[in-house]
């Protein structure tokens, strides 16, 4: 069965490349540089597509064997291995809420007779405490330009920050407000303020 489908094909593939020569013969037109008109390239690329055949897959797969394991030399001990930083004693794992809230509870117990102690419990569980707030207010205070050094290239040298000795750094000028009123006084005054006068386009 096998055969007649080859014998099949090969016919197919013979018939077609016969009628694409025969079309390259009589038909003229552009070759588009392959020598075939366009037409031909077709018939040829069709013909080319018939006699595709899945390829022959091999049994036998070529395995490659695994190098060997590095090993130090003799008499060289290995290094012990790091301690993980992910546990209990180190001092920078975070605490647990349970924890928190227990500690803080402790130190409230301690300071019951205390009228100026604050508990962070009180305040919705905010344990920040003052270190951590004098830091985060100088973050903000840098974060909106009160610093004296450059922080980042892109910033200007320090000496160009500071004002010259006769320049009017105490006047803000005259508000927007009073420049937006005085706008539409002249307008209105013009006759363009309102009515027909919004109209004329001159």
Excluded: H
Aim: aromatic content about 6%; glycine content about 10%.
């Amino acid at each position: 069965m096998s055969r007649v489908i080859e014998l099949r094909t090969g016919l197919t593939v013979l018939s077609l490349s016969a009628a694409s020569l025969l079309l390259a013969g009589c038909l003229g037109g552009p070759t588009y540089g392959t020598g075939k008109s366009a037409n031909a390239q077709l018939i040829d690329d069709l013909a080319n597509l018939a006699t595709i055949t899945p390829p022959k897959r091999s049994s036998e797969v070529a395995y490659k064997p695994r190098p060997e394991i590095v090993r130090p030399p003799e008499g060289t001990p290995l290094p012990a291995p790091q301690k993980s930083l992910a546990s209990a004693d180190n001092p920078q794992w975070p605490e647990s809420p349970e924890e928190t809230r227990k500690r803080l509870r402790e130190e409230a117990t301690e300071q019951a007779g205390n009228g100026t102690y604050r508990s962070p419990l009180a305040n919705g569980g905010d344990a920040t405490s003052e270190e951590q707030r004098k830091q985060f207010q100088e973050a903000k205070r840098i974060q909106k330009g009160a610093y004296t050094g450059r922080r980042y290239l892109s910033d200007p040298p320090a000496d160009y920050r500071i004002p010259a000795s006769t320049a009017p750094a105490d006047d803000l000028g005259e508000p927007e407000f009073k420049k937006e009123r005085a706008r539409k006084k002249a307008a209105k005054k013009s006759g363009s303020g309102g009515g027909l006068g919004r109209l004329w386009p001159f």
